[in-house]
């Protein structure tokens, strides 16, 4: 049988609870799940793409079902190229839905091979998000609670 690869695209930048609790609870529906760092030309990154993927490697490099890829390019080419059949994603919010609808119908109707799966967060991590965990790296705060544990978020020199 095909193995179940699933990617999980997102910026991770950096890495939260939150991304760490949905790809956790997906673990057990796929047989191999791609951690996907998405390299988008229009969205300014506040970490590097290096950064980034050492602290998703600190979190989940033991983990024997997750891989770490970075790409550029529409999701389902990335896909395409890796034989994933479905795309992971996390909803926090009713906007999230809104917004992930749209991307996921229009994937549909362009790779309708391919299917979006969405997973919720515990209600304790709804509120996570890395534009807040970068909002307060940038001020100086302690962004340790957003962070998985052992994660070491400063900002970058
Ligand atoms: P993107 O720019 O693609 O939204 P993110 O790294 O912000 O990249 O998010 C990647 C995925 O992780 C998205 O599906 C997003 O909804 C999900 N995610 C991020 N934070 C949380 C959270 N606190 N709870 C659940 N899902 C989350």
Redesign the pocket.
């Known amino acids: 049988m095909n193995k179940r690869i699933a990617i999980?695209?997102?910026?991770?930048?950096p890495i939260?609870?939150?991304?760490q609790?949905?790809l956790r609870r997906a673990l057990p529906l796929f047989d191999e799940i791609i951690i996907a760092i998405?390299k988008?030309s229009s969205?300014q990154n506040y970490f590097s793409i290096e950064q980034r993927e050492k602290w998703i490697k600190q979190v989940f490099g033991n983990e024997p079902k997750v891989r770490i890829e970075s790409y550029t390019g529409l999701t389902i080419e990335f896909c395409k190229k890796v034989n994933a059949k479905f795309i992971?994603?996390?909803?926090?919010t009713s906007a999230?839905f809104e917004f992930?609808k749209s991307i996921a119908q229009n994937n549909n109707i362009m790779a309708p091979e391919i299917e979006t799966v969405f997973?919720?967060?515990i209600p304790e991590?709804?509120?996570?998000?890395?534009t807040i965990v970068r909002d307060i790296i940038r001020n100086g705060g302690d962004a340790s609670p957003f962070v998985p544990k052992g994660i070491d978020v400063k900002a970058p020199n």
């Open positions: 999980f695209p997102g910026s991770f930048d939260t609870k939150g991304h609790n949905i998405g988008n969205k992971l994603r996390g909803l926090r999230d992930e997973i919720l967060p991590l709804s509120a996570i998000n890395s």
